[in-house]
């Protein structure tokens, strides 16, 4: 793998380039405002009337309808959620966009499974910072770094490859820019979301939580030890690996993560985890995520209830209440 840096883009290849940003949620607002920063002078952000183009007019932002700001961009930066970016390239960027424009991507998922199919004469890269919206903007203001991955699918123009470093450079990922694909980046993202980040951990804390208060634990013990703890050990590893994070627990825990670790996560859940894989990368899961858009989002709404209302929310939020000091981070 190839790694660039910031050092490696050439700074005034964006400056004078008409930049739009369609949609300004997490990623969208972070780039738009990092772009400003850095010196990107001609920005317009795409978004239907409502909070997010009232948050960008706040911020100092051209605000248009998605088409309206495609018209004349050199690059259209699509920051709209995965679902939408069919209906929107479709509808309002396909016919807008000028010819060797650059359609950029902050996540492959939408042409990796062939839900947006570019235009021929368009450059089509991809940027996607390592993190979320607010993490990449935090760091920016505060003078870190970030890294970010790029890919390009087509290059159209010849300059594709240096316009996608020197955007990600200009975003604030010039700490370290991951060359890929769009396959490679969408499959380890939906698989790590689904399998740890978001599906695994969450299901697992629950489920602990579950074991001890149906053995007659206190609920508030349950989440302090199942939950609470949790931000603890993955800011050690976080920081210092894995490894450095077993030097930093008791031996007690190391001895217990060592000889437990295994039972949890066994042969059956890595096997699981391969048909987990095996749905990304065959389409299936992309396929049943935007049908369920089509038909109401009525299982998705059922599935975010139920996890809304589970007991372990209704602890947390009272204990949560009890440190002030955790809404300061």
Known sequence: MRIYHGRDADPH?????????????????????NLRDSGVKDIVVGARPGASAERAKEAGFQVAGAAEAALGADIVVLGAPDEKLPAIYARDLAPAMKPGAALLFIHGFALHYGFVDPRADLDVVMVAPAGPGTALRANYVNGEGYLGLFAVHRDATGAAKALALCYGAAIGCGAGLLETDFREETETDLFGEQTV????????????????????????????????????????????????????????????????????????VRAEMKRV?????????????????????????????????????????????????????
């Not at 290849?13 to 405002?33: D, E, F």
């Not at 602990?208 to 349950?222: M, N, S």
């Not at 609470?228 to 077993?246: C, E, F, N, P």
């Open 13 to 33: 290849l964006i400056a004078s380039k008409r930049v739009a940003v369609i949609g300004y949620g997490n990623q969208g607002h972070a780039h738009a405002l």
């Open 197 to 268: 980040l978001c599906g695994g951990t969450a299901e697992l804390v629950r489920a602990a939580f579950e074991t001890l208060v149906e053995a007659g634990y206190a609920p508030e013990f349950a989440y302090l030890e199942c939950l609470h703890q949790l931000k603890l050990l993955v800011d050690l590893m976080h920081t210092r690996g894995i490894a450095g994070m077993y030097k930093a627990i008791s031996n007690t825990a190391e001895y217990g993560a060592y000889r437990t670790g295994p039972r949890i996560v066994n042969a059956a």
């Open 277 to 329: 894989l095996d749905d990304v990368r065959s389409g299936r899961f992309a396929q049943a995520w935007m049908d369920e858009n089509e038909t109401g989002l009525a299982e998705f709404e059922a599935m975010r209830a139920r996890a809304a209302t589970h007991p372990i929310e209704e602890v947390g939020a009272g204990l949560r209440a009890m440190m002030p000091w955790i809404g300061k981070r």
